[in-house]
């Protein structure tokens, strides 16, 4: 098992940068063997990808985003998503994942709001 814990939302000016972070616990041996990834879910729209990264360190951008935000990973075992220049539409919920194979793990998920 492995279990996700998001932290680093909050309330940002447009314009401003937040920079969330997600601890991965648990089977170690499973964890270091998996993918990360950010996802966001607004209210009213499905949820979506916005950033993921392999455990060589390949990542992959939504275009929405690209230019913007930054996925790392640090020891295998910590995603961070540093967001830049944020606009009101990246307002949502965000939701890191961990998946490899078949297995797929989801943390609790983290607001961001990006209002004046």
């Known amino acids: 098992q492995v279990q996700l814990v998001e932290s680093g939302g909050g309330l940002v000016q447009p314009g401003g940068s937040l920079r969330l972070s997600c601890a991965a616990s648990?089977?170690?041996?499973?964890?270091?063997?998996?993918?990360m990834g950010w996802y966001r879910q607004a209210p009213g729209k499905q949820r979506e990808l916005v950033a993921s990264i392999t455990t060589r360190g390949r990542t992959t951008y939504a275009d929405s985003v690209k230019g913007r935000f930054t996925i790392s990973r640090e020891a295998k075992k910590t995603a961070y998503l540093q967001m830049n220049s944020l606009k009101p539409e990246d307002t949502a919920v965000y939701y890191c994942?961990?998946?490899?194979?078949?297995?797929?793990?989801w943390g609790q998920g983290t607001q961001v709001t990006v209002s004046s």
């Open positions: 648990g089977s170690i041996f499973s964890i270091v063997a998996m993918s």
């Open positions: 994942n961990a998946q490899a194979g078949g297995d797929n793990y």
